[in-house]
């Protein structure tokens, strides 16, 4: 799997800031690390404990919250949960879930990430 690093704005109720962050479709949640996500918007317990499986494959990192974001990339706005995980190596990594929820594809061959602007506009039907 490959990953492509951006940097980009995250935003929450607390604050902004700017990381270069990991894209990451093999990662099936968008995750940040705890010191990162504290900083910038209310961190809320999630209902049970979730268990990840790392790229290692002998490891887990276990999860207890997870805190609501918005970042910015490319001049368009997206949100969504990002799960805390304690000794996360990057700020935070973008998984699979978020760019399905956006259509954002990743362009490995020349390190971009596509961004449909149709999917950008937030509509209620």
């Known amino acids: 799997m490959s990953v492509i690093e951006k940097r980009i704005r995250l935003v929450g109720s607390k604050g902004s800031t700017e990381e270069v962050i990991l894209f990451d479709s093999g990662s099936t949640y968008s995750v940040i690390r705890p010191d990162v ?3 910038l918007g209310i961190v809320e317990s999630l209902p049970e404990p979730m268990d990840f499986g790392t790229a290692e ?3 887990t990192l276990r ?3 997870a805190v609501r974001l918005n970042f910015h990339l490319n001049g368009y706005r997206f949100s969504d949960e990002f799960m805390l995980i304690p ?3 990057e700020p935070a990594i973008i998984g ?3 760019l399905q929820k956006w259509r954002m ?3 490995f061959e ?3 990430v596509i961004i449909d602007p149709r999917v950008t ?3 209620l039907i």
């Open 121 to 123: 506009k937030l509509r």
């Open 63 to 65: 999860t207890e919250q």
């Open 105 to 107: 594809k990743l362009d």
């Open 87 to 89: 000794g996360l190596s």
């Open 96 to 98: 699979a879930a978020t």
């Open 110 to 112: 020349n390190d971009e």
């Open 37 to 39: 996500a504290e900083k």
């Open 57 to 59: 494959g002998t490891r």
